[in-house]
């Protein structure tokens, strides 16, 4: 799965684990996530990160967070957080979400979303408002799996029931 900026490799399917996890490789590419990154929460899922190559850093409550090779972090259930890439090189990560629910199914349709709202399929990715409303629909419908905290939950809410009326669907 490739969202814009990331690489993201399935390694072990919420299936394959019984549902306790989803385990994800991820490559950042540089740059990646630097303007208005998805400040979010896992209401009901423990998130880790080990950065297998390279730096970046982890917004997590309140703070950024540096994170090199080597490092572990664990997000606790309903903690904010986001990542980004500052550094010109790519980033490698170990990824786990416990237990699995569908986060799987949310990267997915993040990729099905990206691949409507970009420019012929270029990646010239722009955060209009049907993009907004994109979003807002996908983020309505896993609100067991994450929960917006920047931009607020209330607006994801809005723009997802506004997307649903004009029948956005993906």
């Not at 664990?74 to 237990?99: C, L, W």
């Not at 420019?119 to 209009?128: A, H, K, L, P």
């Not at 049907?130 to 979003?135: A, C, E, G, I």
């Amino acid at each position: 799965m490739t969202p814009l900026g990331m690489k993201f490799t399935v390694l072990k399917t919420g299936e394959d684990t019984n549902g306790q996890s989803l385990d994800l490789h991820w490559e950042l590419l540089p740059g990646c996530n630097m303007k208005d990154p998805l400040v979010h929460t896992h209401p009901n899922a423990i998130e880790t990160y080990e950065i297998l190559k390279g730096e970046m850093e982890f917004f997590v409550k309140d703070k950024w967070l540096t994170a090199k090779q080597g490092d572990k972090l664990t997000v606790p259930k309903g903690v904010a957080h986001t990542f980004r890439n500052p550094t010109d090189k790519i980033v490698k990560v170990y990824n786990t979400h416990q237990p699995a629910l569908s986060m799987q199914a949310y990267f997915e349709d993040v990729v099905k979303i990206l691949d409507k709202v970009t420019e012929n399929r270029t990646r010239n990715f722009s955060m209009n408002l049907n993009t907004k409303l994109y979003l807002g629909a996908l983020m309505n419908n896993y609100r067991n799996d994450i929960i917006a905290v920047k931009p607020p939950d209330f607006v994801i809410k809005i723009l997802g029931l506004i997307g649903k009326v004009i029948g956005i669907r993906y």
